[in-house]
């Protein structure tokens, strides 16, 4: 049995050991051992389980796991949930009338399931009748949930930001049907900026966060029409979000050639790294357009400056970034928002510190 005065460190680091190695039996036993001793399961979830995920992500992103051990790792943290939600169920009393009726679900694109997971089981452990519709969850399909269950608060869930204009069409949807709002995850902001620049009715930093907000009542909206996207965003009226997304496939194929005279050496990689270039290519175009969506650059210089930083740890410099950013530049003469994004991206980049030892361009794995 896990010694009470075990710290949440101490666990992290037990936890942290058995993700890494892809073991299911000792993670959950990690966990289960920490409940016998005394641990309540909310500090489990969100103290223990959670920040090791987040060092799961760290870790990839320094280069230092895997994409599969990354993989292998969140699935074994899945696990380990399922197994507290299974150890608390057990033990709850039968009978207890629910706090209320909520329905969690990801933005529709976005399969990081795993935050919205953890605010669910959260809500349940606080009395909550909570339906949990998953990643990638339709509009449609989430509007159809509302009508048969009626819920008190919808609490959407998004991680990428180029998913705010989907997350915008869900909100407006889910308000429009007279259920509010809560918005949460790393796509609205650090500060819930985006969320509520796209009219959700409040937003959550974190699991606690949002039961907080939920213990504090959130009003329902009159049903009403579903409201058009200038009516938040008026600055769209200038139709360069919907130029940036009409021409995503062009944008990214005249990169692609123009990189090719830039760097003589792109015309010798394999099918697979090509793939992988033209892969961040359209990344750059995606955050681009959201950056334009919400009229934002940070969203576009942020994503610039991890990508960066992604690049360095795998020996890749960021002139490849300075290049396609030009690149797009010159085929965006007409679009005074677009241009002004393109130009903070590349000050950016300017000022990271991240570039390795120069050396020809390379796709990353």
């Not at 509009?139 to 949930?145: E, F």
């Not at 869930?157 to 180029?162: A, E, H, M, Q, V």
């Not at 970034?321 to 393109?342: C, E, H, K, N, V």
Request: proline fraction near 6%; hydrophobic fraction near 45%.
């Amino acid at each position: 049995m896990t010694d009470p005065r075990t710290s949440a460190a101490e666990l992290r680091d037990h936890l942290w050991r058995a993700v890494t190695e892809g073991s299911e039996p000792a993670a959950v036993d990690v966990v289960t051992a920490a409940a016998d001793a005394g641990w309540d399961e909310e500090g489990l979830l969100l103290d223990v389980v959670a920040a090791v995920q987040v060092k799961v992500g760290a870790e990839w992103a320094a280069n230092r796991i895997t994409v599969a051990r990354e993989h292998a790792a969140t699935a074994v943290n899945d696990r380990v949930v399922a197994a507290l939600v299974h150890r608390s169920a057990a033990r709850r009393p039968r009978g207890a009338a629910p706090r209320g009726r909520v329905t969690v679900s990801c933005v529709d694109g976005e399969w990081h399931a795993f935050p919205a997971r953890l605010v669910t089981e959260v809500l349940r452990l606080r009395g909550w009748h909570v339906d949990y519709l998953g990643a990638q969850t339709p509009t449609p399909h989430l509007v159809a949930h509302l009508h048969d269950t009626d819920p008190g608060a919808v609490l959407l869930s998004g991680s990428l930001p180029t998913h705010l204009p989907a997350a915008h069409a869900a909100i407006t949807a889910c308000q429009a049907v007279g259920v509010p709002v809560l918005a949460g995850g790393r796509a609205f902001g650090p500060d819930g900026r985006f969320a509520r620049a796209l009219g959700a009715d409040r937003w959550a930093a974190d699991a606690r966060g949002a039961a907080a907000v939920l213990e504090g009542g959130l009003p329902r909206p009159l049903p009403t029409a579903v409201r058009q996207t200038v009516d938040d965003l008026p600055h769209l009226a200038d139709q360069e979000y919907t130029m940036a997304v009409r021409s995503r496939g062009s944008l990214v194929r005249r990169t692609m050639t123009d990189l090719e005279h830039r760097f003589p050496a792109l015309r010798g990689y394999s099918d697979e790294q090509r793939e992988h270039t033209a892969e961040d290519i359209a990344h750059i175009v995606d955050f681009l357009a959201t950056a334009l969506y919400v009229d934002d650059p940070e969203v576009f210089t942020s994503f610039l400056t991890w990508t960066a930083e992604i690049l360095a740890a795998r020996r890749v410099p960021a002139d490849s970034l300075r290049t396609a950013l030009d690149i797009l530049a010159g085929q965006s003469r007409d679009a005074p928002r677009t241009l002004a994004m393109l130009r903070a991206g590349a000050a950016a980049l300017r000022d990271h510190p991240a570039d390795p030892p120069a050396q020809e361009l390379a796709a990353h794995a």
